[in-house]
Each structure stands twice: as structure tokens, then as C-alpha cells.
């Protein structure tokens, strides 16, 4: 009995020990994602995308059938899978269910609606967007890296052929892993919010690929860079998934999502050119 007791009691005392590890890798990954304002990136890329008509283009040439997609897997979906997941989740969430439901549809078909789009439809737009808005902050030297530029004003009329290949299509471990985490939204409310953020932080490891293509990094560098920063990058992913959650306008967002991380990428590598020119200027001092 005493010994059970004492096994009891030592799972505990490590249970306990997990959970301070990971309220205080929570606590950095807050505090780091407060100081970079990385929260603020997707909201900055809306008005940016809408105040520079010309990042308008590759959206607004696909906008018919991105609408179509939108549409014909958000309403089918909450037709048919809306009710029965209701009356599961009613259960666990009692009344709550009827919003916590609402959440979980609506992420349901943007992922679903996300695969479809960014495989077959955006992918090209939301390169030229990233691309683009680069150019258009000036990081001209970066996109070189990754395709030719021709010469005048207009940052996506600038864009020339693809020297290095785009964004890497939906993988099937991103669709085992969003399976893994559908089961959260039995937990009432709070499982909800987890099942989100936890998407979030997948979506916000991806937003830089096309970035770190550009600067050459390798798969070490970026997960190096990632996990260094995983607190950003987990609040720009949250935002970002929130706003493509929104019925039909789910792909708009993506495109001003895109728009958000290269102006967070735009201002990594302002912050970078300026380190390494101080750096310069105290060496020849």
C-alpha cells in the first residue's frame, strides 16, 4: 500500500514539474510575442492590402472561383455536419455548444477550403502577393534571391519568372495533426480556444517558408529561427486563423495574411541590414 502510495505520489510531483516547465515556456512565449507585436502583423496586412491597389491584382484574378470554393464548402458544411456535431458537443458544452459548434464548422471549412485554394487555385496569387509586398517595402534585394524582376513602379507588374519553386502544397501530416486536435472540442469552451491556438501555431510556422526560401536557409536554420521565436509566431498564427475562419471571405484574408508576414519579414530584414551595418561602423571605429 505504501508503495503505491509513494509511486502516487511521485507521478504527481512530476505532473506538477511538466505543468511549471510548460507554464513557463507559455510565459517566454508570451512575453516574446508581446515584445515583436507579431499579433499585429495580420491586422497591419489588411489595411495594407487595401490601401496599395496594385497587390490587388493576383487576389482579385482569381477572386470568381475562390469565392465559388468559399461558398461551396462553408454552406454544404454547415448543412450537413452542423446538427449532428451538435448534438455530440451539446453533451460536454451544454448550451455553449451552439457557438463552440458554430467555431468548430467554420474552422472546419476553412481548412478544408484552404487545401483546395492554396493547392489549385492561390497558390501563385499568394506568391506574387508575398513577393510583391516585398518589393513594394523596398526588400528587392531578397526577392532576387527567388525570381527575376523587371524594372518599373508597380511591385507586382515587377515580378518576373520563378527561379526558386513556391510555398510547399497542404502535407498529409498537416491534415493528421488537425485530426489529432478535433477531439479538443469535446473539452467545453476552454478545448475550443486550444484546438485554435494549437492550429494557429501550425499556420504561423508556415508564414515565413517562402521567406526562408529566399534567404537560402536550410530545414536546421528555420526550425533553429522557428523555435527561437515560437511565441510570435504562435500569436501572428492564432490572428491569421481567426480571420480565415470568416465564411466566404477566407481567402481575402489569406491574401492579407500574406501581405502581413512579408512585412514582418520586411522589417526582420530591415532590423538585419541595420545590425550588420552598426556592426560594420564599430569595426572600422
Not at 465564411?247 to 532590423?271: M, Q
Amino acid at each position: 500500500m505504501s508503495q503505491s502510495s509513494g509511486v502516487a505520489s511521485s507521478l504527481q510531483a512530476r505532473a506538477q514539474e511538466v505543468v511549471k516547465e510548460d507554464l513557463a515556456e507559455a510565459k517566454i512565449q508570451v512575453n516574446d510575442a508581446a515584445k515583436s507585436g507579431s499579433y499585429l502583423y495580420p491586422i497591419k496586412g489588411i489595411f495594407y492590402f487595401f490601401s496599395h491597389r496594385a497587390l490587388w491584382k493576383p487576389f482579385l484574378s482569381r477572386i470568381g472561383p475562390t469565392l465559388a470554393v468559399s461558398a461551396g464548402v462553408t454552406v454544404p458544411m454547415f448543412i450537413f455536419t452542423y446538427l449532428p456535431q451538435l448534438a455530440i458537443l451539446v453533451w460536454v458544452n451544454g448550451p455553449l455548444a451552439v457557438f463552440t459548434t458554430v467555431l468548430l464548422v467554420l474552422n472546419e471549412s476553412s481548412t478544408i477550403t484552404s487545401i483546395i485554394a492554396r493547392n489549385f487555385i492561390m497558390q501563385d496569387a499568394l506568391l506574387d502577393t508575398f513577393d510583391g509586398t516585398l518589393v513594394a517595402r523596398g526588400a528587392t534585394g531578397v526577392v532576387k534571391e527567388g525570381r527575376e524582376l523587371q524594372p518599373g513602379s508597380d511591385p507586382i507588374g515587377k515580378l518576373g519568372k520563378v527561379l526558386k519553386s513556391p510555398f510547399d502544397r497542404f502535407s498529409p501530416k498537416a491534415i493528421l495533426r488537425y485530426l489529432i486536435h478535433l477531439p479538443l472540442n469535446f473539452i467545453p469552451v476552454v478545448g475550443t480556444v486550444i484546438f485554435i491556438l494549437l492550429q494557429g501555431r501550425a499556420r504561423g510556422q508556415s508564414v515565413h517558408d517562402r521567406y526562408f526560401q529566399l534567404k537560402s536557409w536550410g530545414k536546421e536554420r528555420r526550425s533553429a529561427w522557428i523555435q527561437a521565436h515560437a511565441g510570435s509566431y504562435t500569436a501572428f498564427g492564432f490572428v491569421a486563423t481567426l480571420l480565415e475562419m470568416v465564411p466566404v471571405a477566407s481567402l481575402l484574408f489569406s491574401c492579407t495574411n500574406a501581405v502581413g508576414a512579408a512585412l514582418w519579414a520586411a522589417d526582420i530584414e530591415a532590423k538585419g541590414t541595420q545590425t550588420a551595418g552598426q556592426a560594420a561602423s564599430d569595426k572600422d571605429n
